[in-house]
């Protein structure tokens, strides 16, 4: 059986490391005007959640002041925002949503 040093194995693993892509955190903002039932929506359609999940989020959101959507890497991060900015701009809400690095 063969043995790699552990040098090889070593860089190998930082290798690894420099491929995982960062990811980031969607959060929704809590505002005085948006519905509860328009922040459903958006967590159903634009997140995927089941309205049990949805409704967890939206009293997160509520109640924090923020709510976490869900983790993606960067493309899906920024897509998922700019739909839940032209969703809340067609329906005149100002809900928000925004993103962090994890």
């Known amino acids: 059986m063969h043995h790699f040093n552990g040098d090889f194995q070593n860089e190998t693993m930082d290798a690894i ?3 995982e892509p960062r990811m980031y955190k969607v959060l929704l903002l809590n505002d005085d005007y948006s ?3 328009f922040v459903i929506k ?6 995927h959640h089941s309205f049990e999940k949805a409704n967890e989020i939206m009293f997160n959101v509520h109640e924090q002041g923020k709510g976490l959507c869900g983790v993606y890497v960067y493309e899906i991060a920024e897509t998922k925002v700019a739909h839940v ?3 809340a701009k ?3 809400f100002p809900l928000r949503a925004i993103m962090e690095a994890e």
């Not at 958006?42 to 997140?47: D, E, W, Y």
């Open 17 to 19: 490391e420099l491929k």
């Open 35 to 37: 519905s509860m039932e």
């Open 42 to 47: 958006v967590l159903m359609q634009i997140f």
């Open 85 to 87: 900015r032209k969703m």
């Open 90 to 92: 067609e329906e005149q």
